[in-house]
């Protein structure tokens, strides 16, 4: 599989881009993610001329982008800006005037704060754009699931890109759904019915799709469910002591009482034998690198 590749807002990574001459660096993107992925840094306000240090801007409730005395309009430069490509997902700075994803703060044409807020100029053109694309600013990766889904959802990205850039077999379309059917199953049970039906057309808008049950959050009734799942495709295949033991360890998921990692670690075990090839190939076993310790309870 090819790495992600992943667009970022480039002072996250330690470049020194904001309008005081410093950077935001993130050590969770730069130490953590960024062993496993591909970044594609990028500064819209340095790629529209302007440098560092700088008077900051700021969007204004008609939705231009000026400086902070009003005296210079930066709205067309950034809508000219070309738009991310072949990205898996992409991080951009909170509440940025260009890059916030959401809560940038709109001003009065006098200066002042309206009280109402947005996305920056250009994450809501990326978004636009691209309304599929795994989508966080650096401050909701803070939380742990939020930064679980959002991994996920790149790494899912990641691998229906290495699929769809090549000649591709519908045997090879199959091969991928069915790798993925516990992972959708957790995701969106009624996409992935219906991405079932677009395999046996053909594939036609499979991507599509794909990335937009991906999307739907996974819920601990949909992974017990997918959980419950694979035990029912490999249950006769355990001991009897070893088949009541998962069973238990779900409900316990089901329940609270237990993460996620428990029922998954010992399903993850038992297809390490060689004997349970269906589940050993599982993406929801290993949806992105175990190195990453992102695993927690939904």
């Not at 516990?182 to 992935?192: C, T, V």
């Amino acid at each position: 599989m090819e790495r992600p590749r992943v667009g970022v807002s480039s002072c996250l990574l330690g470049s020194p881009v904001r309008f005081n001459g410093g950077h935001k660096r993130s050590r969770f993107l730069t130490d953590e993610l960024g062993p496993y992925v591909d970044w594609v840094p990028y500064c819209p306000e340095v790629e529209i001329g302007l440098g560092t240090p700088r008077e900051p801007i700021r969007v204004t409730d008609a939705g231009r982008l000026v400086n902070r005395s009003g005296t210079l309009d930066h709205t067309d430069l950034m809508a000219a800006l070309p738009l991310p490509a072949a990205v898996d997902g992409y991080v951009f700075k909170a509440k940025s005037p260009s890059c916030g994803v959401r809560g940038v703060p709109r001003y009065r044409l006098s200066g002042e704060a309206s009280g109402s807020s947005g996305a920056g100029l250009y994450a809501s053109r990326v978004m636009a754009a691209s309304p599929l694309l795994a989508v966080e600013d650096e401050g909701r990766l803070n939380d742990a699931g939020l930064r679980e889904a959002f991994v996920e959802r790149v790494f899912a990205a990641a691998r229906l890109r290495s699929l769809l850039s090549v000649a591709w077999e519908p045997r090879d379309l199959m091969e991928f759904h069915a790798r993925h059917k516990l992972q959708l199953l957790a995701h969106d049970p009624a996409r992935y019915r219906s991405l079932g039906r677009v395999v046996a057309s053909g594939g036609s808008g499979y991507g599509e799709l794909f990335l937009a049950a991906l999307a739907s959050r996974a819920t601990r009734g949909r992974n017990a469910n997918a959980l419950l799942h694979a035990y029912s495709r490999v249950g006769r295949s355990l001991a009897e002591p070893l088949g009541a033991d998962l069973v238990a360890r779900i409900d316990a998921y089901r329940r609270g009482e237990v993460p996620l990692s428990v029922p998954v670690a010992l399903l993850a075990h038992y297809a390490s034998g060689g004997e349970l090839p269906w589940l050993a190939a599982q993406t929801f076993l290993a949806p992105f690198p175990a190195e990453l310790r992102l695993r927690h309870a939904v």
